[in-house]
Each structure stands twice: as structure tokens, then as C-alpha cells.
């Protein structure tokens, strides 16, 4: 049985606007275990990575993280990461805790190459010579599969196209061998076959060095090549959490029903697509009760009153929904 590595409670975000507070994650829990990949799931502006983003405070102003724990394992203690020291916690990110970043364009210094960067995370952590850095740091770029990396390491990222900037980044994450990468959208800048690369990168490095893997994606193609749980996140909560197998075949919440009906199947015919009706709530002035029953074909009276609670229907299949009660048995 894996270890449990990060656990997540009640993890509340909001942002202050001129418009108003946008309460953009609300009340999530999760769990991630060693050697896992932990896909979290749903459609764009769910709060996918402002979640993966607030576990170690990455929050730009005008956000705030108002409330929750981000417990984290080291050795055998854990740490609550949202009550850590700046100074302690930047030993942590980068090191123990690295992101993939969704857009390598950003996430690269236009400054400086792409050698640099990967040793600079080196030696920030580590107590080595640039000059080992230096190698390692080449060694990072061929492990993802970027080609005479000692010429590349001398780019910089305007040089690059975007497949091998999306590699470098990998490459930087993965370098000081984390305990835990959160990737946010690692394929979404690469054609089809830079993505398989990516994709058995990251299944070598969960298999060769029980990497834990936040996987944080709208495609549930990925998530059913490389994900072994799921949480599916709707309007700034989690909805449902089961085993891919689960999340798959027998989905009980409503959006999580909806979202597997508007992906294609290409092994049977389909004459048209069903989407899900409705749009995606304000989050400045969230609905009442449950935020999905506005789209709902199945709310009830209650769901526009009151906010279910987690529900755990067989062994590890969670749902927030009053279809199942949703009066909480944790």
C-alpha cells in the first residue's frame, strides 16, 4: 500500500476584484499517495490550478488563500505547507515539490539559457559546483529526450521551438528528483508525438523513482492513459473522487455524467455531441446550495438550498450530491 504523501483540507482561495471576491476554490479536499498519478479534472476556469498553485502559495495578488491545511510528508513528519516560513518553504518548491507549468513560454526566463536554468535549480537546493551543476543539468535535458543537449543547453528559450521548451521545463521539474510534481497541462503545447514522449517520460518517472504526479488537465484522454485516481472539480469544488476505472464506467455525480457524454467516442457511431446545458456560474455571486444545479436535469428543492457533503459510496468512490444523501459520512 503507498504511503499517503500530501493531504488537502478544506482548501478555500478567493480573489479580491474591483468587481467583487471571486471565491474560486471552496472547500476542497484531496489526498495524493507516493508513486500515484492523481488527475484532477474539469472543464477550464474550475479551479484546477489555482488549487495545484495555492498548496505551496503561489497565489498572485489579488488572491488570497483564506483557510484549509496542505498537510505534506517529509521522512516520517508532515508539515502544513500553508503555515510553513517563506524561507522554508522555498527549500521545498523546486526540490521535494516541483510544477510543470502549462505555458513553457513563461514559465522560461527569456534571459538566460536553457542550461542555466536547469543548474540554477541545482544549486539552489544543492550544495555542488556550477560546474556539476552544469552536467547534471545536461543530463536532465537528454533524460527528456531533447537531442545534442549540450548544444541546447546553450539556447535560449527564443530558440527553442515549443515541444523543446516544454521539455526543458520538464527537465528543470524533474531534476532534483521530487517527492511530488504537480503538472498542469504538460501536453498542451506539443504536437501528438512530442506528447506520447512526455507521456511515458512521466510513466518512467513515477515507475523508476515512485514520483507522486498531480496531474491537472481537461483531457480525459490523458487522464485515461495516465491517471490511477481522479478528482473531478466543478465551480471551485471537488465532485466526485474514484479510480479512473470508476470515474469511467459508473460516474454518480450529474457534471461528472455530463462531461464523459460531450467526449467523443471513436468506437461507436455518434450522430451528435451532448453538451451540457447552461454556462459555468458567476463566482463572484455563486449560486446557493449546490453550484451544478443551475445545469442540473436531476436538482431537487434541496440542492438549491444546501451544499451537499462528501459521500463515500463503496471504498474510495466519493461524491457530493443529494441524489446519494449528501448529508457527509466522513
Known amino acids: 500500500m503507498s504511503e499517503l504523501l500530501l493531504k488537502v483540507e478544506d482548501l478555500r482561495v478567493y480573489f479580491y476584484t474591483y468587481a467583487g471576491v471571486v471565491k474560486a476554490v471552496e472547500g476542497v479536499s484531496f489526498d495524493v499517495y507516493t508513486g500515484e498519478v492523481f488527475g484532477l479534472v474539469g472543464e477550464t476556469g474550475c479551479g484546477k490550478t489555482v488549487t495545484s498553485r495555492a498548496i505551496t502559495r503561489l497565489i498572485p495578488d489579488p488572491g488570497r488563500i483564506e483557510g484549509g491545511r496542505a498537510l505534506f510528508r517529509i521522512n516520517s513528519e508532515w508539515v502544513d505547507l500553508l503555515q510553513l516560513p517563506d524561507d522554508e518553504l522555498r527549500k521545498i518548491r523546486g526540490s521535494l515539490i516541483s510544477y510543470i507549468f502549462q505555458d513553457p513560454s513563461s514559465a522560461l526566463d527569456p534571459l538566460y539559457t536553457a542550461g542555466y536554468q536547469v543548474a540554477e535549480t541545482i544549486t539552489a ?62 501536453t498542451t503545447n506539443v504536437d501528438v508525438t512530442i506528447q506520447a514522449q512526455i507521456i511515458d517520460l512521466l510513466h518512467e518517472l513515477k515507475k523508476r ?26 465551480a471551485g469544488r471537488i465532485v466526485e473522487i474514484a479510480d479512473v476505472y470508476t470515474i469511467f464506467e459508473e460516474p454518480l455525480h450529474p457534471y461528472t455524467q455530463g462531461l464523459l457524454r460531450c467526449v467523443p467516442d471513436p468506437t461507436r457511431e455518434i450522430k451528435e455531441l451532448y453538451p451540457i446545458p447552461g454556462t459555468v456560474p458567476d463566482l463572484i455571486n455563486p449560486p446557493k446550495g449546490c453550484r451544478f444545479w443551475p445545469r ?3 436538482a431537487m428543492d434541496i440542492c438549491k438550498k444546501e451544499v451537499p457533503k462528501r459521500v463515500e459510496i463503496s471504498k474510495g468512490h466519493y461524491v457530493e450530491c443529494w441524489l446519494y444523501g449528501g448529508g457527509g459520512n466522513e
Do not use: F
Not at 537546493?125 to 546553450?154: C, G, M, T
Not at 535560449?156 to 515541444?163: A, D, K, T
Open 125 to 186: 537546493h544543492n550544495r555542488v559546483s556550477w560546474h556539476k551543476a552544469w552536467l547534471k543539468a545536461i543530463e536532465a535535458l537528454r533524460s527528456v529526450l531533447i537531442p545534442d543537449p549540450e548544444a541546447r543547453a546553450k539556447n535560449y528559450p527564443h530558440e527553442l521551438s515549443g515541444g523543446m521548451k516544454q521539455r526543458v521545463v520538464i527537465g528543470t521539474s524533474i531534476v532534483n528528483e521530487p517527492k511530488l510534481l504537480i503538472a498542469d497541462e504538460p
Open 209 to 234: 523513482r515512485r514520483t507522486a504526479i498531480m496531474l491537472i488537465t481537461h483531457n480525459m484522454g490523458l487522464v485515461a492513459e495516465m491517471a490511477d485516481r481522479v478528482g473531478v472539480m466543478y
Open 296 to 298: 442540473c436535469s436531476k
